[in-house]
């Protein structure tokens, strides 16, 4: 495999909503063509870097989004009400916490969050940008090392044959090569 393919790959599983660096880091280490293309440091560099930006690019166009659908009445009388009942109640919780709250939020690798989620509740929280980008750096920065640190246990043999975590690391990707 080529380096801009594997490279390609990897952003691309970056990019997939819910998925993001839980699985393109994965796929980078137990994916040997990715693995010998890339290496596991610049692997592991495209990978953050790929999350990073799904989160900056979502915070970016929710503005733009949000706006272009309160011009629907439907949305604006049906759907924003909702948005803005969570935004009232989550409020208190984002004066305490901050930005330690949404990189935890983001930093967590389980389903349902992640820089996408993150990226879409600081939005709606009223966070500006640089407080939603020191979140999601430090967000991401914590999602990748913790993922990283769930291969490289699985690599050395420190997770069993028969572990959760081991199937669903790298059972899809042992079947598909």
Same mark, same amino acid.
């Given at each position: 495999m080529s380096l801009l393919l594997a490279a390609g790959w990897l952003i691309l599983l970056t990019?997939?909503?819910?998925?993001e660096a839980r699985m393109s880091l994965p796929f980078a280490?137990?994916?040997?063509?990715?693995?010998? #293309?890339?290496? +596991?440091?610049l692997a592991i560099t495209i990978? @953050?870097? #790929?999350?990073? +930006?799904?989160?900056?690019?979502?915070?970016? @166009?929710?503005?733009?989004?949000?706006?272009?659908?309160?011009?629907?009445p439907f949305f604006e009388r049906r759907i924003w009400p909702h948005f803005a009942k969570t935004q009232h109640k989550l409020h208190p919780y984002v004066e305490k916490y901050g930005e330690w709250g949404l990189a935890f939020f983001i930093g967590i690798p389980l389903p349902g969050t992640g820089a996408y989620t993150g990226a879409f509740g600081a939005f709606?929280?009223?966070f500006d940008k640089r407080r939603f980008f020191l979140a999601n750096l430090f967000g991401v920065l914590l999602a990748c090392t913790a993922?990283?640190?769930?291969?490289?246990?699985?690599?050395?043999?420190?997770?069993?044959?028969?572990?959760?975590?081991?199937?669903i690391f790298i059972k899809e990707l042992v079947e598909h090569e």
């Open positions: 990019l997939i909503p819910g998925l280490f137990f994916h040997s063509s990715v693995r010998e #293309a890339l290496g +596991l440091p990978c @953050l870097l #790929a999350n990073l +930006l799904v989160g900056v690019m979502t915070f970016w @166009l929710m503005g733009p989004v949000v706006h272009l659908f309160r011009r629907w709606l929280l009223g993922i990283t640190a769930i291969c490289v246990l699985i690599e050395k043999g420190a997770v069993s044959e028969d572990s959760l975590i081991r199937k």
